[in-house]
């Protein structure tokens, strides 16, 4: 699954280099938890959380089933 994770924060990090910022894939749990870092604009963006849930989970659970959530690391 990690590098399913991976492939797809690849697609989703063009969008977030674009407004000055990045993702850093920090964990995977046993139970389908990821955990990322936003880095960069995203790291300090009031619009972070928003980031979170509505573009990085959606796309990842979209594509990986064994996905369940998304968290802040």
């Not at 697609?11 to 990322?36: F, H, M, Y």
């Not at 960069?40 to 009031?46: Q, V």
């Not at 990085?56 to 996905?67: F, W």
Request: glycine share 8%.
């Amino acid at each position: 699954m990690k590098e399913k994770v991976i492939e797809m924060l690849e697609k989703v990090r063009p969008s977030l280099q674009a407004d000055g910022g990045d993702v850093e894939l920090v964990n995977i749990t046993d139970d389908g938890i990821v955990e990322v870092r936003l880095k960069g604009a995203c790291g300090s963006c009031p619009m972070a959380t928003l980031t979170l849930k509505a573009g990085i989970e959606r796309v990842l659970k979209e594509h990986i089933p064994e996905v369940k959530e998304v968290r802040q690391a």
